[in-house]
């Protein structure tokens, strides 16, 4: 089956006709074409959207990212656009790995970006790349093995005699006891789930490099069989002091077999597909790079819960839950943050900058209940070429002020300006 690479990026459009090809065009087989849709159809049912139709012979993506390998053998790469509209395949890839780094909240050594930048691959073939890399390192270190308890049949003593199976033995098998003994084996849930995925890997990778090393371990880990039951040994993978050495590939794994992804394509015999929705790898991504930043005495909260936007029969319904809640040491919200992987035109003010109304709408009921209607609320978007400033501030009812300010992917800071007093206060680094 030949195979076919399509890179492309968010809300681009496919089609089976012919079309100079683009990153934000480009034609697939009809068997690619007919089996994104049925993707959409079983996504759609969990409330995920890929793409929608646009005729016949047209579908347009929507805000998921990552890989998809179709069983016809096309891979679609799909970049999350960056900071212009110039096709930068290798920026839009680098900046690809970076929110998937902090999704994961890999070690900021790992997450470096001289990690990030060692090869120009897609998404999956630098995961594969990496999974393989910690095994090898922990190969080197020693896999842990477990006391087994097995129960068979052998000709002589080994451990304790099984005397309920002994004492059914047919007569034609005397000779043979019927045991339970303990063996200090390898075979253990980490280890199971570990050679599963290097399989996957081996099997799944188009660079050189990386199937050698698979292909390598491979052999090393041959006495552990694949994980048969894999939601079984993911629930018995330990946490302990011993297993200290297995928490650096835990995250690579399960990337690798689809385990907790936000969109983690699973079966139909595919290689690594991994897809993301960019809203959730932006939040995660702004999330980490601020918690570093908070002043002393100010912790930040991801996805409070506290409040909700009503009450019905005595039981609160319509959860408020927003992206980034900034508290004092007595625990008090001071601010509250939500993120958005939206593009913001600050030369548009007759177009209201193209903000939403919907979000100025979440924003006031974050500050109606949150702040109890006062104070100041951010509202984060992707700097990029039209958007390199905070806006001048929007006066909200009660005593409620929010800002619209940029966030710089390229040095993890928002942009804050001389306005936004209140937030340059309890944040350390942040430039003017």
């Known amino acids: 089956m030949s ?13 089976t006709a012919d079309c100079p090809p683009s990153l934000d065009a480009h034609q697939v087989s009809a068997s690619a074409f007919t089996w994104l849709c049925e993707l959409q159809s079983r996504l759609g049912k969990g409330g995920a959207h890929l793409l929608e139709l646009e005729g016949q012979t047209w579908l347009r993506l929507d805000s998921l990212v990552g890989v998809v390998q179709t069983p016809c ?19 839009s890839r680098k900046l690809l790995r970076k929110m998937v780094a902090a999704l994961l909240d890999l070690p900021s050594k790992e997450a470096s970006t001289a990690a990030l930048e060692r090869f120009d691959v897609p998404l999956t073939e630098w995961v594969m790349a990496q999974f ?24 002589f003593l080994r451990g304790q005699l099984n005397t309920t199976a002994q004492m059914r033995q047919p007569l034609t098998r005397a000779h043979l006891f019927h045991v339970r003994h303990d063996v200090f084996s390898p075979d253990q849930a980490a280890n199971r789930l570990l050679h599963l995925a290097l399989e996957r890997v081996r099997k799944a990778t188009a660079q050189p490099e990386t199937w050698r090393l698979a292909n390598e371990l491979s052999h090393r ?28 590939i835990k995250p690579w794994c399960e990337l690798v077999l689809g385990q907790g992804m936000p969109l983690a394509l699973k079966g139909d015999s595919l290689g690594v597909s991994l897809l993301f929705p960019m809203e959730k790898l932006f939040e995660s991504y702004v999330t980490r790079a601020l918690r570093k930043q908070m002043a002393s005495g100010f912790m930040l909260h991801a996805q409070s819960r506290q409040y909700s936007l009503a009450k019905h029969d005595g039981h609160p319904m319509f959860q408020l839950k927003p992206d980034l809640v900034v508290r004092d040491t007595k625990g008090s919200a001071v601010t509250v943050l939500d993120c958005k992987w939206k593009r913001i035109d600050q030369a548009r003010c007759d177009k209201k900058y193209n903000i939403p109304q919907s979000d100025m709408y979440q924003m006031l009921a974050y500050g109606c209940t949150y702040l109890q209607g006062k104070g100041e609320m951010y509202l984060v978007y992707p700097r990029w070429e039209q958007f390199q400033a905070a806006l ?20 993890d800071k928002l942009l804050l300006g001389q306005s936004a007093a209140f937030l340059q206060a309890i944040t350390t680094a942040m430039p003017n």
């Open 3 to 15: 195979t076919t690479t399509i890179t492309v990026r968010e809300y681009a459009r496919l089609t």
């Open 73 to 91: 053998g096309t891979t679609l790469e799909v970049l999350p656009k960056t900071f212009s509209d110039a096709a930068d395949v290798h920026s």
């Open 132 to 155: 393989v890399q910690h095994l090898q390192q922990l190969v080197q270190q020693g896999l842990r093995s477990d006391y087994v308890r097995l129960e068979e049949e052998l000709p």
């Open 221 to 248: 880990l041959g006495e552990i069989p694949l994980s048969r039951q894999p939601e079984q040994d993911w629930r018995a993978w330990g946490t302990g002091r011993l297993m200290t050495g297995y928490q650096a």
């Open 392 to 411: 001048p501030a929007f006066e909200l009812p009660q005593a409620l002020r929010m800002y619209v300010v940029p966030f710089d992917l390229n040095s």
